[in-house]
């Protein structure tokens, strides 16, 4: 009876890194709507495994298609989650005075003049035209 082959320690089958990276870079992609800084972070983690699946699957002979489309995603969602956590970051006065002001609104009417005041403010703060490139901000 034989004993099964492992990979040496630390290495990792190619398949698998392949598939890793793609499926990290979806995580990441999917955390940047929800909570932009963690899927900044994700991103970074993903972009990192697909670079080193690349080699990996080079060397086993095998398509390079999960890790390059890992890295493709992992890269769209970093500029993503950048731009959001940068904008999150800039506008943090104002959106600090969004949430005081949604404390003590008790109405829908009260809770519109919130966002509206909102927008205001980050109207003033941006350059021209970036709410309307955005679209309708939501805080």
Do not use: H
């Not at 099964?4 to 870079?25: E, H, N, T």
């Not at 398509?63 to 489309?69: D, F, I, K, Q, S």
Request: proline fraction near 6%.
């Amino acid at each position: 009876m034989s004993t099964p082959v492992q990979a040496p320690a630390g290495q990792q089958p190619a398949d698998s890194a392949g598939r890793r990276a793609i499926w990290l870079s979806i995580a990441a992609l999917a955390m940047t709507f929800m909570l932009p800084l963690a899927g900044l972070v994700m991103a970074l983690f993903a972009l990192s495994a697909g670079v080193r699946a690349l080699p990996l699957l080079k060397a086993a002979g095998k398509p390079t298609g999960t890790a390059v489309g890992g890295i493709v995603v992992s890269a769209v969602a970093l500029t993503l989650s950048g731009i959001a956590t940068g904008l999150q970051l800039y506008l943090m006065d104002e959106y600090s005075a969004y949430q005081e002001c949604m404390k003590g609104a008790g109405t829908v009417s009260s809770q519109g003049e919130c966002f509206t005041q909102f927008r205001n403010a980050a109207q003033q703060k941006l350059p021209p035209g970036v709410l309307e490139f955005l679209g309708t901000v939501q805080p």
